[in-house]
């Protein structure tokens, strides 16, 4: 049986998603973050060496890293599932967005927390310097590249409402944490496109059971 390592309000929430879709038998051994760090617990560590999630056992194999989880999960079990055929142009854009994922609009999402919360870190002192510090790399990096790449993720939503083809496919399990973290971060001001998109994988059925398996969902802002 698979055996999800799941820390809470990360990304191994889309894992359990996946499972649910293929209708994968699976069991899910919880890990929680530390509260004041909001690191994953020193346990982890006795599953895979970096001690991150998600990561997942399954027949004597460990696979860490989302993407390296979502091909393994939909070769071994989604027969013909949740991929476009091999050797398809949709079957190149889903490869595209399974690495796009955590490979170029994550470490921008990651900058931008980890930065926020540094002025709340710093002794009062320094703390004005601090904020100024964040806000110039805000507004000079990490600002106008987040539009870019919302930009290019709004337009590409507006050509068949999934990102590989006209069909549903793992590509938008993969994407769905960075898509539902820029709306996190984004408050009131997501494009339709990508609103539609979280609306439209939010109403899916498999999606509300993955939640009740996964437990309080809440990304970190």
Not at 44 to 60: C, E, F, M
Not at 76 to 89: C, F, I, M
Not at 118 to 143: C, E
């Amino acid at each position: 049986m698979v055996t999800v390592h799941h820390l809470n309000n990360s990304r191994s929430q889309r894992v359990l998603w996946l499972l649910e879709e293929l209708g994968v038998e699976y069991q899910v051994k919880r890990y929680e973050r530390n509260s004041k760090t909001m690191l994953a617990p020193p346990e982890l560590k006795a599953v895979h060496p970096l001690g991150k999630s998600p990561v997942i056992t399954d027949d004597g194999n460990t696979v860490a890293e989302s993407g390296a989880i979502v091909e393994y999960l939909v070769e071994r079990y989604g027969n013909d599932r949740l991929a476009p055929p091999a050797g398809t142009p949709e079957r190149l854009q889903y490869s595209y967005w399974l690495h796009y994922a955590e490979g170029s609009i994550m470490p921008l999402l990651v900058m931008k927390l980890v930065l926020s919360q540094v002025p709340k870190g710093s002794p009062a002192l320094i703390r004005p310097i601090a904020r100024g510090i964040v806000g110039g790399v805000d507004k000079m990096f990490l600002g106008p590249n987040l539009k870019l790449h919302v930009g290019y993720i709004e337009s590409e939503l507006g050509k068949t409402g999934w990102f590989a083809g006209k069909a549903f496919s793992a590509a938008d399990i993969q994407m769905s944490f960075p898509a539902e973290a820029l709306a996190a971060r984004g408050g009131s001001d997501v494009p339709p496109n990508l609103a539609g998109f979280l609306q439209r994988i939010h109403a899916r059925p498999a999606y509300q059971r993955a939640l009740q398996k996964g437990g309080p969902y809440e990304l970190l802002r």
